[in-house]
T-cell receptor
Framework: GAGVSQSPSNKVTEKGKDVELRCDPI?????LYWYRQSLGQGLEFLIY????????KSGLPSDRFSAERTGGSVSTLTIQRTQQEDSAVYLC??????????????FGPGTRLTVT | RKEVEQDPGPFNVPEGATVAFNCTYS??????FFWYRQDCRKEPKLLMS???SGNEDGRFTAQLNRASQYISLLIRDSKLSDSATYLC????????????FGAGTRLFVKA
């Protein structure tokens, strides 16, 4: 079946502009994560959605970052007033939530964001 | 101290070699553990979960030592295709819930 998809695959934007990144999780997966990965670094957790529960936003680095998940499926990560340090690959993952402690996360191919 | 620490490597090994990676975690509230594999400029993919009793999947063996707070991954009979970055992942519950990825260990398998 279809995996996690993300769009765009690459985004170049000027400092100060807003960007929106999209994630389509695997059908039926109610858990959705956003991460970012800077060059040569590990994954940094940003935000987690689980069904209709309030999202876990504890990883968002500043109030310029926000995310929504509409209808329990597609998610959009928005970065306002982008800065050069926001340049990274933004990865989305989804999973089945039967047991949050032990499930596998399936990742999308990521969006490579470059802020000039 | 990082919550999940790995030796960044790189590990350079010949085909057929056995190689082992360790990962240490600092929070005793850690509840579940995984190894993911990430190829260059690709997304991470689950390699295997790590169970308390240890588990094996073909050439790969994962072990967990809760007392010393580390997990390990052993790769036997290395193949060229094993060249990748191996990410240690820990789920922990401390009031909320967190998934923490290590920065990864790079492996190069050479002919």
């Amino acid at each position: 079946g279809a995996g996690v998809s993300q769009s765009p695959s690459n985004k170049v934007t000027e400092k100060g502009k807003d960007v929106e990144l999209r994630c389509d999780p695997i059908s039926g997966h109610t858990a959705l994560y956003w991460y970012r990965q800077s060059l040569g670094q590990g994954l940094e957790f940003l935000i987690y959605f689980q069904g209709n529960s309030a999202p876990d936003k504890s990883g968002l680095p500043s109030d310029r970052f926000s995310a929504e998940r509409t209808g329990g499926s597609v998610s959009t990560l928005t970065i306002q007033r982008t800065q050069q340090e926001d340049s990274a690959v933004y990865l989305c993952a989804s999973s089945t939530p039967a047991n949050r402690d032990s499930y596998e996360q399936y990742f999308g191919p990521g969006t490579r964001l470059t802020v000039t | 101290r990082k919550e999940v620490e790995q030796d960044p490597g790189p590990f350079n090994v010949p085909e057929g070699a056995t190689v082992a990676f360790n990962c240490t975690y600092s929070n005793s509230a850690s509840q579940s553990f995984f190894w993911y594999r990430q190829d260059c400029r690709k997304e991470p993919k689950l390699l295997m979960s790590v169970y308390s009793s240890g588990n094996e999947d073909g050439r790969f063996t994962a072990q967990l030592n809760r007392a010393s707070q580390y997990i390990s991954l052993l790769i036997r009979d290395s193949k060229l295709s094993d060249s990748a970055t191996y990410l240690c992942v820990v789920n922990l519950r401390t009031g909320g819930f967190k998934t923490i990825f290590g920065a990864g260990t790079r492996l190069f398998v050479k002919a």
